[in-house]
């Protein structure tokens, strides 16, 4: 096919290396993919990992984007743009070979949990990851000197990132875990008791 011929042209001019990456970045699964705002967000729960804390063992072959049927999935193992589960592309999960945000609610698995992975599946991981990037800078057009730059500002920050985005994501969790202590004098206003605000309350906050 067209692919077959332009990466026969690319590798004799030493250009394979990228293309090939770009190629099966491509095949990998779509990164584009968004859950339907009226999507029912109570199935695809695995009963057995509702908070990430029994997270499933990896699926036979490593990581891999997983499948896809328009769901929200929590703590499994098999679908892609899930949260809480174990080798495939989404949130909060381990052993994923990158992140897919589709809009899914954020459950996180445990850092203690993240450890001990395969080292065959860890650099299957790894490779995604960088086919993904490479994917994702074709689609930014980056080229040269733009390119160079880029990375080199990307590679500069990547750490932090890295860190800032583990406090967000562990923050997004602990707010949805959060038990709200009502009938407070101060805090943030208790919609619940605007009546009683109204006619001069003062325990209207949580």
Known sequence: NSHKTLLKVLTKHGFATQRESLLKAASHGDMSLRLDDDVDRSEGINPDNTDGTKPPDM???????????????????????GSGGTGTAGLGGRWGPYRLDVGQELVMVPEHLKEGIDEEYKKKATRMAQEAHAEHLRNLDLRGPDLEKYERLRGAIADQVGQMRTVLESHEAREKERVWLRQQIHGELDDSRLVDGVVGGRNIYR
């Open 59 to 81: 699926r036979e072959g490593g990581p891999r984007h997983g499948d896809w049927d328009g769901k929200q999935h929590i703590g499994g193992n098999q679908f892609a743009g």
